[in-house]
Nanobody
């Protein structure tokens, strides 16, 4: 199983950018499809983006398409989420997660239950 730690969150003005990182430990990282989720106060955890273990394809929630980019560096055991044009509604705790199934090649539905390892999260705050 992979252990995950997110970093890079913080306070940013609307329209600004942030890059989140998720460092993984464990030998299985390169075999795992990885995802980013977020959860705002009083709301359910929602899917943001995912990247297949091979690096392609990638998946995005409609709310972030064209503004966020997910990428990974398997040599560094790290997955990234580059966020541009941030909006107040993007404010949330952001979590990275590893898919339960190694070498998963099916469609990513964005269901949190499909992901079995989670980091503690990093807070993103967007001021208007």
């Amino acid at each position: 199983q992979v252990q995950l730690v997110e970093s890079g969150g913080g306070l940013v003005q609307a329209g600004g950018s942030l890059r989140l990182s998720c460092a993984a430990s464990g030998r299985s990282f390169s075999r795992n499809t990885m995802g980013w989720f977020r959860q705002a106060p009083g709301k359910e955890r929602e899917f943001v983006a995912a990247i297949v273990w091979s690096g392609f394809p990638t998946y995005y929630a409609d709310a972030v398409k064209g503004r966020f980019t997910i990428s990974r560096d398997n040599a560094k055991n790290t997955v990234y989420l580059q966020m541009h044009s941030l909006k107040p509604e993007d404010a949330a705790v952001y979590y990275c997660a590893a898919h339960r199934q190694e070498y998963y090649i099916g469609t990513i539905s964005g269901t949190p239950a499909d992901f079995g390892s989670w980091g503690p999260g990093t807070q993103v705050t967007v001021s208007s």
